[in-house]
């Protein structure tokens, strides 16, 4: 149990967690919000999805806190391998559900570019 706390750089999880958090804005916002909205052919909510974000909040925490575990153990590619594995599933789930290919890129590549920030965010603390 000690590997998941011991020698992890917090801030460095808990600022990575908050900028890859606000990529999900740019990302789902001004980047591919409407390319993503209209393949899955909705609109958006007319209130703020509370347990969605709280639920991404987590899970953004979560997948930050490996990266500082990773970092931690000098065991990067292991945090390579999660965010690889992360991807599969979610392309997966995503054309299971027969959703668009653009939707499943869209989805997808945001979990590629948090791990992106995550990482670089942590390597400069």
């Known amino acids: 149990m000690n590997e998941v706390v011991v020698n992890v750089n917090w801030i460095a999880v808990i600022v990575s967690a908050v900028v890859a958090y606000a ?6 916002g001004l980047l591919f919000g409407k390319q993503w909205a ?11 999805p509370v347990l969605a974000m709280s639920l991404q909040a987590a899970g953004t925490l979560f997948f930050a806190w490996l990266f500082g575990i990773a970092s931690a153990e ?14 599969a ?13 653009p939707v499943v890129l869209i989805e ?6 948090m791990a992106i920030a995550i990482f670089a965010v942590q390597a400069l603390f």
Do not use: C, N
């Open 23 to 28: 990529l999900g804005f740019v990302w789902y």
């Open 38 to 48: 209209s393949g899955l052919a909705i609109s958006p909510p007319e209130r703020m």
């Open 74 to 87: 000098d065991a990067h590619l292991l945090a390579v391998l999660v965010t690889s594995a992360i991807v």
């Open 89 to 101: 599933l979610i392309a997966a789930g995503g054309l299971y559900a027969q959703k668009p290919g």
């Open 108 to 113: 997808g590549g945001y979990v590629v570019a």
